[in-house]
Nanobody
Framework: QVQLVESGGGLVQAGGSLRLSCAAS????????MAWYRQAPGQQRELVADISSGGSTNYADSVKGRFTISRDNAKNTVYLQMNSLKPEDTAVYYC????????????????WGQGTQVTVSS
């Protein structure tokens, strides 16, 4: 199986920055795309940004120019650098990876982290 563990959330003032990390571990055969989602109270989970195994990126319009997603394939880790944070960025941020475990290398599926809280005060 593949486990995802996020870190780096917290409380920050508007205009500040945070960097989230998500490390994948376990018996991994391959990791394809990785992504960050977020879910605010009473809202649906939404895609924030994703990155392919080759490094191609995609961002939600609401974070373009402020957030940067990156990954270190050697470490099986994805990052989200968040700058110029706004109160509306407050949410639980979830890491996602499309991956195959070594025991079922022919089958890829989505794995999720437990989430990390980001709170931006005004």
């Amino acid at each position: 199986q593949v486990q995802l563990v996020e870190s780096g959330g917290g409380l920050v003032q508007a205009g500040g920055s945070l960097r989230l990390s998500c490390a994948a571990s376990g018996s991994i055969f391959t990791i394809n795309a990785m992504a960050w989602y977020r879910q605010a109270p009473g809202q649906q989970r939404e895609l924030v940004a994703d990155i392919s195994s080759g490094g191609s990126t995609n961002y939600a319009d609401s974070v373009k120019g402020r957030f940067t997603i990156s990954r270190d394939n050697a470490k099986n880790t994805v990052y989200l650098q968040m700058n110029s944070l706004k109160p509306e960025d407050t949410a639980v941020y979830y890491c996602n990876a499309n991956a195959a475990a070594a025991s079922s290398y022919w089958y890829t599926r989505d794995y999720w982290g437990q989430g990390t809280q980001v709170t931006v005060s005004s």
